[in-house]
């Protein structure tokens, strides 16, 4: 990025609330480098926002059908209830028919159902009223059903969603209105058209700007939620989160998933020895060194103390040695003495151990770490001894 496009860009981000460092900004933009635990959290949002914009539009949309009771000629009133009563009732379809599920098309398809409802209420409205002429107080009701393309697109500032997403559902709005004026070139109030059409776009860039917000602060939140804050690892409870939905993956596709179980060896008495303080830096140190020699999707947590455990996706038991053998290699860091930081480890691989859940998983790679340690520290054990005496046999 040129120097002067890192100016703008850092200013322009530095303008968003949430505290977000550097390789969060981007996250902004566009859904596609999302962890999978902010992705879950903010479908679950998104739907739970759908589903209250549906209800009050349920519930508001049937209500106004006495206003054009009142101002309306027969039939054209009661075609517009009818419009009305059916779209409040797809509005509770959709209250009753999406539950939160974690997953981000699931979202992607309840927010695109919510917006269909009126759009198409929108086109279907336009033709009813295009037939009838209407003056005074119902040429002026009627003029309100216009204003429905702004509301939704008012709307989206409700959603936490990046600048890609929220263009992606503003365009069909945007050039729909587009085509409608195209259509009605020769007869087009140019000053009238151009106006709201102008008010539509920076509509769309405040509602683009409020979503990128919510979106912001939602990463803060979820950072500090998942993170632990001394090792900036996963937190064990969302590293358990984490391994429910990694294990379930890789359960549906067959896939390996390996677990490493990693305790520092004789952390007690760098504590003991240099002070609690130095202990975490030593633990700190030991994090970082890891989680710079990972790949992405692989996830590092922080278990309790000086556990941790290392998830490898996709990762089947032989690479997964190469992978924790590198990291040995590369080393843990040092204690305040100079001497090099060593760690036990234990292995163990979804579709080896025909493990049921990942808590069986885990407890496997517990069982070998802890066999790494009666075995002398400072090594990785990847078969229970009974198994490698038999291998060995
Ligand atoms: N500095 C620091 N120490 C911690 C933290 N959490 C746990 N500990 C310490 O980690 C030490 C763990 O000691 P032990 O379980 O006896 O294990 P060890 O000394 O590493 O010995 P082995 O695991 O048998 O090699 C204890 O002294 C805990 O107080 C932390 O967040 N910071």
Redesign the pocket.
């Known amino acids: 990025m040129s120097h002067l496009a890192h100016i703008v860009w850092t200013r322009l981000t530095g303008l968003m609330p949430g505290e977000l460092n550097r390789s969060e900004l981007v996250w902004l933009l566009s859904p596609h480098a999302h962890f999978s635990l902010l992705a879950r959290r903010r479908a679950t949002m998104i739907v739970n926002r759908v589903r209250l914009f549906a209800f009050l539009f349920a519930v508001l949309t049937p209500l106004w059908a006495i206003i054009d009771y009142f101002v309306f000629p027969y039939p054209l009133w009661f075609s517009l209830a009818a419009l009305r009563l059916s779209a409040s009732f797809a509005f509770a379809l959709v209250v009753v028919g999406y539950r939160p599920s974690g997953s981000l098309p699931d979202a992607y398809r309840a927010m695109a159902l919510l917006f269909a409802i009126p759009t198409v209420f929108y086109v279907a409205s336009h033709q009813l009223l295009a037939g009838h002429q209407l003056a005074g107080l119902s040429a002026a009701i009627a003029t309100g059903y216009a204003f429905l393309p702004f509301v939704l697109l008012a709307g989206l500032a409700i959603f936490p969603l990046t600048f890609l997403e929220n263009l992606l559902i503003a365009s069909p709005i945007l050039f729909a209105q587009a085509l409608s004026g195209y259509m009605r070139w020769s007869t087009l109030d140019w000053p009238s058209f151009a106006g709201a059409f102008w008010l539509l776009t920076l509509i769309t860039g405040v509602s683009n700007l409020a979503g990128m917000s919510q979106l912001a602060f939602m990463i803060a939140l979820v950072r500090q939620a998942i993170r632990d804050p001394?090792t900036g690892c996963f937190s064990r409870r969302s590293g358990e989160e984490t391994m429910e939905m990694q294990f379930t993956l890789a359960r549906r596709s067959n896939a390996p998933l390996t677990v490493a179980f990693i305790?520092?060896?004789?952390?007690?008495?760098?504590?003991?020895g240099f002070g609690?303080?130095?202990?975490?830096r030593?633990?700190t140190e030991a994090a970082t060194r890891i989680t710079n020699n990972l790949r992405r999707g692989d996830m590092l947590v922080r278990w309790?103390?000086?556990e941790f455990v290392l998830v490898l996706p996709n990762t089947d038991l032989h690479r997964a040695r190469d992978v924790l053998a590198r990291l040995r290699h590369r080393g843990f860091g040092k204690r305040p003495d100079g001497a090099p930081v060593t760690a036990?480890i234990g292995l163990a691989e979804r579709r080896q151990e025909a493990a049921e859940d990942w808590q069986q998983l885990v407890e496997v790679a517990d069982r070998r770490m802890y066999h790494a340690?009666t075995g002398g520290?400072d090594r990785i054990v990847h078969a229970d001894p009974e198994e490698s005496r038999a291998a060995a046999a």
Not at 263 to 272: A, E, I
Not at 276 to 280: I, N, S, V
């Open positions: 001394l305790d520092l060896d004789h952390f007690k008495s760098v504590n003991d609690h303080e130095a202990g975490d030593v633990l309790g103390g000086e036990s340690k520290r």
